[in-house]
């Protein structure tokens, strides 16, 4: 079996935000949380399993007091990991930063800044805080260029921001120069689901940016720079379907280095990474097969209580996700949809938070909405 490619490691749930499209839901830490001796098995465990990313992640990981202990432990992998530290940049001051830059030198790490928009006002609609908190970020940016440390910035998608969203990634590039501007859509988990009515854009907003970046970066409309702008995708719909209905279909292969028959032979039968390639580790020792199952009926085991390896190899429930989660691809409209073999019905948790039903077709897909329409009035 291959070993999960990618972790997202959270070492805390703690957070000085209260952002309303959270995937965790982001706030008081949880019970239980590790030791620091823990996670150093954690990453021991990693290493011996083979995964290749650790994304750290909270909550706000630098709202740990050991955080500085926790990432100098895991420098000694070398390169044999790639080990990625997301964070709201807020809280970083210059001690701290003096600290992470002696633990950078011994052996590189990736920093990821949540930017969701271009100016206080626009930022702090998404994310809150204040005008300080926004300066500290741009600070904490500006100190991380100092010693050319890999930086990202990660802008996630909703109704309230998509206007704004290529004004964000072309200052965000210039202004801020950051190495790559990562767009995400909103997704309906964690702290999102109570703001999901308000926040969700129309499948219609959003095939027009995914046109609109698809066309950006096709036709070279920044002078080069959009190469730095990339989109994260839970589901196959999310970009395929919406280039088909722009007429970009085309596009997929050139432009966002995708090819349907070489993913399925390289990477996973489905698009779905969920406990194929990817897997959550919380900070109370609980494991998800994915981000946006976290908090959900999708517990996979306790690392306190077993090995990761024996749950990744073992787990009931990523069995289920491997094997027997296309159920929904056996019900219409997705067995009549060419996109079924990988595709795959959508998202399970999607299904199973708006739909109650983790074997329904994907109720966000607007292939699903439109056939529930006709169908069931």
């Known amino acids: 079996m291959r070993p999960p490619n990618q972790t997202f490691l959270e070492l805390t749930r703690s957070c000085n935000f209260r952002c309303q499209h959270c995937f965790s839901r982001a706030g008081p830490p949880l019970e239980h949380e590790l030791s620091k001796e823990v996670f150093f098995d954690i990453f021991d465990q990693l290493f011996e399993l083979g995964c290749f990313y650790v994304n750290i992640t909270g909550g706000e990981p630098l709202l740990r007091e050991d955080l500085l202990d926790i990432l100098d432990y895991s420098r000694q992998y070398g390169e044999a990991q790639v080990h990625i530290l997301l964070t709201n940049g807020s809280l970083w001051t210059k001690e701290f930063f003096e600290k992470f830059v002696q633990i ?8 990821q800044i949540s930017v969701d928009g271009y100016s206080y006002e626009t930022y702090s609609a998404a ?25 990202s910035a990660c802008f996630t998608v909703t109704k309230k921001n998509i206007n704004h969203t290529l004004k964000t990634a072309r ?13 995400i859509p909103l997704f309906v988990s964690g702290r999102a689901i109570k703001n999901y009515e308000r926040l969700q854009f129309s499948f219609e907003e959003w095939r027009a940016l995914v046109r609109d970046v698809t066309i950006l970066k096709r036709d070279k409309l920044w002078d080069g ?37 070489e993913f399925m032979s390289m990477y996973r039968k489905v698009y779905c990474e969920a406990g194929i390639t990817d897997w959550c580790i919380m900070s109370n020792g609980d494991l998800y097969p994915c981000v946006p199952s976290i908090g959900s009926e999708f517990l996979l085991g306790n690392v306190k209580e077993t090995s990761l390896e024996e749950i990744w190899e073992n787990s ?10 296309r159920e929904a691809a056996r019900k219409e409209p997705c067995k009549s949809c060419e996109h079924n073999d990988v595709c795959a019905g959508g998202c399970r948790v999607s299904a199973l938070i708006l739909a109650g039903d983790k074997t329904a077709p994907d109720p966000r897909c607007p292939i699903v909405k439109e056939y529930q329409r006709k169908h069931e009035g």
Not at 104 to 111: F, S
Not at 171 to 183: G, K, N, P, R, T
Not at 316 to 325: G, V, Y
């Open 316 to 325: 009931p429930t990523l069995q289920w996700f491997r094997e027997d989660a």
């Open 225 to 261: 720079i959009e190469e730095r702008v990339s989109f994260g995708f839970f589901t196959w719909y999310e970009l395929v379907h919406a280039l088909k209905l722009e007429g970009l279909e085309q596009e997929m292969e050139p432009i966002w280095k995708l090819n349907k028959k």
């Open 127 to 151: 994310r809150g805080g204040t005008q300080e908190d926004f300066n500290r970020v741009m600070r904490t940016i500006e100190w991380l260029h100092q010693v050319e440390v890999p930086l």
């Open 104 to 111: 950078y030198r011994k052996q590189p790490l990736q920093v």
């Open 171 to 183: 200052w965000a590039l210039e202004d801020l120069d950051v190495d790559i501007f990562h767009i």
